[in-house]
């Protein structure tokens, strides 16, 4: 290791234990992009103003069962895609390990499907249009997504390709050189970059008024960090064709950039003329 290489910080990943009862920082990272997700949600709903017709699309108590629903799919469509698109042939060696759920292992992109049928499920419920409830979803999404990423850093997964920069750590578990800290670039962008964004489209430009374009800048706006983040991702386990720069997080994406788009067009075109953004 040279001078400039940062050593993991060896970070102990149970954060209390009482007991037979271990509380894990990984557990507690998604338990706060949850609740703060939760709250922010709360948030938008109290205000009549961002919405068409200055009309909230359902109650602030709706959020709660909204929640539910949410946190079941992020947890059960996260841990089958982490399972399905990334290492299976490992997972269906060791079945029992797809529980393991606290040593690590969630794919965003499994978790964006068992989210999207949450929301359809619970939009069909409760009896609303399933667009404000995806957009209002979609503009909390990035302070889970800061949340799960600073759980990655803490359990040294999802590392970066070796790197020759100066802020190159050495993880455990990933050889003695330096690797690019992969984690906190994604929740840079993807977690804060991305909340700024739409904030900005919500509040500043009222983008709630208009029904899936918050959804559509999401996904772009995702697709097109984590595109740039896999750049900094180059692992083995991860590339789609051997000796080829391309990574399944970049495969997944692509479809997410296109949705997005048609999400964005479709908004577009069926917003009223005053209402059109700039």
């Excluded at 948030?43 to 109650?59: F, I, K, V």
């Excluded at 042939?89 to 964006?112: C, D, Q, R, T, V």
Aim: net charge neutral.
């Amino acid at each position: 290791m040279s001078p400039l290489d940062i050593p993991f910080p060896q970070i102990d990943p149970i954060a209390l234990q009482i007991g037979p009862i271990a509380i894990r920082w990984y557990g507690l990272a998604y338990a706060a992009g949850l609740i703060l997700g939760w709250l922010y949600v709360r948030q938008l709903l109290q205000r009549a103003e961002l919405w068409p017709g200055n009309t909230a699309p359902m109650s602030v108590d709706d959020v709660d069962e909204l929640l539910v629903w949410v946190t079941a799919g992020v947890i059960i469509g996260g841990r089958l895609g982490h399972v399905l698109f990334y290492q299976p042939g490992y997972y269906f060696s060791n079945p029992w390990e797809i529980l393991a759920i606290w040593k690590g292992g969630m794919a965003f992109h499994g978790g964006l499907i068992g989210t999207g049928v949450a929301m359809l499920i619970f939009a069909r419920r409760f009896g609303v249009s399933v667009w404000p409830v995806m957009d209002l979803v979609s503009a909390a999404v990035p302070i889970g997504l800061f949340f799960g990423r600073i759980a990655n850093f803490i359990n040294g997964e999802v590392v970066g390709a070796p790197t020759t920069v100066p802020w190159g750590m050495v993880f455990p578990g990933w050889g003695e050189g330096p690797r690019h800290p992969a984690m906190l670039y994604e929740a840079a962008l993807e977690g804060i970059a991305l909340f700024v964004l739409l904030r900005y489209l919500t509040w500043t430009l009222k983008g709630l008024k208009t029904p899936g374009l918050t959804t559509g800048v999401f996904l772009v706006g995702y697709g097109v960090f984590r595109i740039f983040c896999e750049f900094f991702k180059i692992v083995d386990y991860r590339l789609v064709f051997d000796s080829y720069p391309i990574t399944k997080g970049m495969l997944y994406s692509v479809p997410m950039l296109v949705l997005g788009a048609w999400c964005i067009y479709r908004a577009r075109a069926h917003v009223p003329e005053e209402r059109t953004l700039a």
